[in-house]
């Protein structure tokens, strides 16, 4: 794989978290947007804040929308 491709992806993933650790709680972020943000794709957004969710970060709330949850809510 070029050694371009894996930085340009590296820092979609870079700015995706700086995005993710930026949500206040109760703020919403597509896929869609997040994906036009960084430069990832929609898809690896998607599985991305899928997966928060499953960790409990996250809430989904339709296709495409997530919502930040505090953090005292993985312990409740």
């Known amino acids: 794989m070029d050694s371009h491709i894996i930085l340009s992806i590296n820092e979609g993933f870079d700015r995706l978290q700086r995005r993710l650790v930026a949500l206040s709680v109760g703020e919403e972020i597509r896929a869609s947007d997040a994906a036009a ?9 998607r599985a991305v804040l ?3 969710e ?11 929308l997530f919502e930040r949850r505090p953090l005292d809510s993985i312990n409740a």
């Open 54 to 64: 499953r960790a409990g970060l996250m809430t989904h709330r339709d296709e495409d």
């Open 37 to 45: 943000e960084t430069g990832l794709s929609e898809e690896v957004c």
């Open 50 to 52: 899928c997966g928060l």
